[in-house]
């Protein structure tokens, strides 16, 4: 990443920026905007520190990924990052958007992972009628249904997307009776909101919708309270270190084996190495998986675990996304960041056909259109076992775009 104008630029920057200053004086004008076109700037408010900061961190690297194969330049012009850590807190939210989209006058701005932040991002960039706001992860419903936005799209999913699929496999599998365990916010409610509407859909009864405040950790009154009701599953939604945390509890707690856990993959995405044994035979649905037999999955993984020394996860896939919308649509436009009609248009025709997590395209309402799979884990790693819902649509009630 290049030095954020947040810290200042470094000496050797200002240096270079001198040099070129002075290279630029001696040439024709025409001579000196070739040789150094502006740079686009693209602004990272998501989370480094936190719960999910190794969702913020995968998001980044995968963005990275994606630029650093365009070549580090789009439509011809350099890049410059500018990162602020969002805290997955969205008090801060407000303050944080206008620190990179006024003070910075980014072109694009890429966040966040928490629903809650990215609401107040949206309604500020929605207002301003920019930029261009790309969604690597946040599944808030209403960002893409009442809140839809000419200027605001997702490269990820919807809550309601991630959770849907899950009702009927938990009904498939013969359970009649759940508890649904999450944090209280946007993205609990609605995961487990859009799980509970397809398992009752199919006759099944949810007992409890048990809440614990975000980010906390402290499970156990919870877990004693799943024994005391004795459901036939167990549907949660955790991500990061709080699904590291839960799912090692629901084991230690001798849950595992009496009560099946399901979820929308990201509890246990990015993190069943750390959860050991606790997370095997967690079955779960979500719109990638590690083992998806793909050229392009195939390339994305090495190319990631070459350039990072790790695992992609779907939020490395999100941010790698991120940055082929934003290669398309600078290409649309011939790197003319000014023109913000025409890059939303780029972007609300967009198809990814060589994404690794499959096939998808934009919506009207500016979500993805995409394929959920059924997995689970088996020591530490994913294992692709269906397709769980093909070309799933967010149903974008309340949206009027398109
Ligand atoms: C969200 O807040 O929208 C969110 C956060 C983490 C996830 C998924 C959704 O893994």
Redesign the pocket.
Same mark, same amino acid.
């Given at each position: 990443m290049r030095a954020s104008p947040l810290f200042g630029p470094s000496r050797r920057q200002v240096l270079r920026g001198a040099g070129a200053a002075a290279v630029a004086t001696l040439l024709p004008r025409r001579f000196a905007a070739a040789a150094r076109p502006a740079p686009v700037r693209i602004g990272l408010l998501l989370p480094y520190s936190g719960t999910?900061a190794m969702?913020g961190t995968a998001i980044t690297d995968g963005l990275k990924l994606r630029l650093a194969e365009a070549g580090e330049t789009l439509a011809g012009r350099p890049v410059d990052y500018i990162a602020v850590d969002s805290e997955a807190s969205p008090p801060q939210a407000p303050q944080n958007t206008r620190k990179l989209v006024v003070r910075d006058r980014v072109d694009f701005l890429v966040g966040p992972?928490? =629903?809650g932040v990215a609401l107040a991002m949206a309604q500020i960039v929605a207002a301003r009628g920019g930029p261009i706001m790309i969604i690597p992860?946040?599944?808030?419903n209403a960002l893409t249904r009442e809140l839809c936005a000419r200027n605001v799209f997702r490269a990820s999913f919807s809550?309601w997307q991630t959770g849907y699929p899950c009702g009927k496999v938990m009904a498939d599998d013969g359970h009649r009776r759940i508890v649904t365990i999450t944090w209280r916010y946007?993205?609990g409610d609605e995961i487990m909101g859009g799980g509970a509407e397809h398992f009752e859909a199919l006759g099944g009864r949810v007992d409890k919708h048990i809440r614990v405040p975000f980010p906390d950790v402290s499970f156990q009154p919870h877990l004693s309270e799943i024994a005391a009701l004795a459901p036939d599953a167990v549907f949660a939604f955790f =991500?990061g270190g709080g699904a590291v945390q839960f799912v090692r509890d629901y084991a230690a707690a001798g849950l595992k084996d009496r009560i099946p856990l399901y979820g929308p993959g990201?509890l246990t995405e990015g993190v069943a190495a750390a959860q050991g044994a606790a997370a095997d035979g967690i079955r779960s649905t979500l719109h990638y998986v590690d083992d998806l037999d793909l050229p392009a999955n195939r390339r994305f993984r090495d190319a990631y675990r070459l350039a990072y020394g790790r695992e992609a996860d779907v939020f490395a896939v999100q941010g790698y996304d991120t940055g082929t919308l934003i290669v398309q649509a600078m290409a649309a436009v011939d790197g003319d960041t000014a023109a913000v009609a025409d890059i939303a248009r780029a972007l609300e025709g967009a198809r990814l056909d060589d994404s690794p997590r499959g096939p998808w395209r934009m919506s009207p309402a500016h979500n993805p259109v995409q394929t959920f799979y059924l997995r689970d884990v088996q020591e530490g790693r994913h294992r692709f076992l269906g397709i769980a819902a093909e070309a799933l649509a967010d149903p974008a009630i309340g949206c009027a775009l398109g």
């Open positions: 999910y969702l992972v928490h =629903s992860n946040a599944g808030a809550n946007a993205a =991500s990201f």
